[in-house]
């Protein structure tokens, strides 16, 4: 239940809650074990301060005379990462920008002194604290679960949630916002060094407002290194991942949050050792255009909702680790990783067989794909009835389908397109408006489709990559400044009302905190046009690449059955039957490391013998599924010379690690490998089970690694289990 306190009953409390400095000596690595990192919230009225601590991340607010965050502390590391004390939001409305919260006075912005904090002094044109509320998470939107996910995932997130709330500063200059209140929103969840925070501006003032600019987060982060010389301009921000759900245009994080945060100077650090004074610092979260939204007498105006995780190492590994458990926190969808056939035929012969096939084989996805022939954006009857006749057929033999549309990546014409300012292009080279007419259409249809044919997958192609648009005559935006904000809008509120409904999505663009599923793993499509034997070593690499920062099920793969970006005969795997070798190591590269691809082609089998193949390694697939979409650890990455292998952990299951080894040699190879098996929680001895040796106990030393005799055939695969 949310509470109300009011902030003469917080200055008055009687209940102190000491503070955490540090985790216990010895407590878990919470990466192997999160069970006694729980978030709470701490009260401590003798020095009027709020804590949200979960014993890996703590952050603490001042709340008088205003409020301002005065500490946030990596516990785990044992660093302060606070440099200064800043407002906890910007906010400009109608024209004039204003502080929400903060403190000022501090002497020196390199370092702040607890004894400071004492003598700061409030801006009394900012708008003031006038209390808060507390509960829990709650979800941002609603996810139906109809597809295998991972089996330890929780939506909403545990954890605990805090909003200051501000009412607007009370000289004239001020006068017309008489009314207004700005609530700045926290969440810590439970077991993650991360919190998230958004702000909701609402309008009591009796007129309408506009909110044309805003900064959510103001961070005076301490900087990661001295970038001393006159010339630089400081190219290394602290090392804490920001994430925001305003997102577009990139498969990575930081390309595709490049539009909503930015690590700037920090013009009041006036002591750093940068000549030019540039070491980017200071964290601004906020959209680097508009939102320039329009809020009604009694409306409310909701920010993006921005992620930061601090983390506790420079080690490549562990911080990979840390962001996969976010993305499992907060977009747990993500860890829905159904097995597909990309079908490129529509008629219905082609496509009652590839259901078959799917069902024959275990595979539970048929997508049509693009090149299909098959068009969701033709508004007719014959449409609407082929996609009901095949989604009824294949919901009777278990099977989802779905289908493909492209989006920005085309031009529409009719004036329906963006219009850009002067000197800069779309993304894509042309894309529509999404709050044009035409954009407007093309929702409308998406929404009635997916509602009445029985369709539960969409790979949208080209997705909104971030294009504003200067035009004024489109229905859903005014001009310049609302048009990425409003275009942003609409293509997230799709994808959440999506999660809503359990569809699943494919999106090559990092949309997964608005609701997709997956994107590309990365890859570089001609490659697919190599000979297969290349292949097989891209698609290792490529999966090794792309799982620092994604879990396996977060990024799709790509398998050729039918020629795709050229490369004839000697790239392609049709006649399957007769490069069934060839299928197989695909799918063993596929499948053994958790991910999915797009099967591409007009069937899964051809032969009976081609059936039992893949029929066995799918099986396969299923019963080790849960440590297989589980995070990955890199071993050895592929380099067509010697052994690669990587393995799979996951503390929480009976199975707690599977080490996956690939051959790619043309002779039988035998190694001693040492493995790091610390993230899979065994100490002291693990049982190993493999078809070569049966099962074994073995030793792990005191740095958490095993010592593995294995051999791997010719151009195979092998695979050991840990329990």
Known sequence: MIRLLSLRFLISCLVLFPALATPARGAPDWLVDTSTYHAHLLVRSDVQELE???????????????????????????????????????????????????????????????????????????????????GAPEERMAWKRVRHHAPDVAWPPAGVRLNLEFAAPTDAAAASLAGVRITVHYELYDGIPCYSKWITVSNGSGHTIRVDRFSSDLLAAVERTAEVDELSEGRTPPNIH??????????????????????????????????????PCLLDVGPDLGPAQVVAAGGTFDSFRVWVLPYDSTDRERCGLSLRRLYKIIAPWTTENPLMLHLVASKDEAVFRAIDQCEAVGFEMLILSFGSGFDLERETPETLAKAKRWSEYAHRKGIEIGSYSLLASRSVGGGNDVVMPPGLKPVFGNSPCLESQWG?????????????????????????????????????????????WNQWREISDFYKWCRGQGFYLNVPDHYFLSGSTKTGMGYREENWSLPREQ?????????????????????????????????????????????????????????GLGVQACYRGPRLFDTDATRDMLRAEVQWFKTHRD????????????????????????PRLKEKGLLVVYNPLNTPVTRTLRVNVHYTGLQKSARIRDVQRGSRRVTVDREGFVTLPVTVPAAGMSWYSME
């Open 52 to 134: 949200l601590n979960n014993g890996l991340l703590r952050r603490v607010f001042r709340i008088s005379p205003n409020a301002a965050t005065v500490a946030l502390d990596q516990l785990v590391s044992g660093e302060s990462l606070l440099r200064g004390v800043k407002p906890e939001a910007l906010v400009e409305i109608d024209g004039r920008s204003y502080e929400v919260g903060g403190l000022q006075g501090q002497p020196n912005y390199a370092f702040l002194r607890p004894e400071w904090i004492n003598t700061l002094k409030a801006n009394p044109a900012a708008f003031r604290f006038t209390g808060y509320t507390t």
């Open 242 to 279: 920001v994430e925001s759900d305003m997102s577009f245009g990139g498969m990575m994080a930081d390309g595709a949050n490049r539009r909503s945060f930015r690590w700037l100077p920090d013009p009041q650090f006036r002591t750093q050792v940068n000549y030019e004074r540039k070491t």
């Open 440 to 484: 407007t259409n093309y929702f409308r249809r998406l929404y009635e489709f997916h509602r009445d044919s029985g369709f539960t997958l969409l790979e949208h192609d080209g997705s909104y990559p971030g294009d504003p648009c200067a035009g004024t005559n489109h229905p859903g935006h005014h001009g310049l400044e609302d048009s990425r």
């Open 535 to 591: 292949q097989l070593i891209h698609t290792r690499q490529n999966i090794y690449d792309g799982t620092w920062e994604k879990r396996p099920s977060m990024g799709w793969m790509f398998v050729p059955l039918t020629e795709y970006q050229g490369g004839g005969a000697a790239a392609t795997i049709e006649p399957l039957s007769e490069h069934l070798d060839h299928y197989r190591r695909m799918i063993e590269s596929n499948l």
């Open 627 to 650: 440590i297989l979409e589980s995070d990955l650890i890199h071993g050895r990455r592929a380099d067509a010379r010697d052994l690669d292998w990587m393995l799979h952990v996951n």
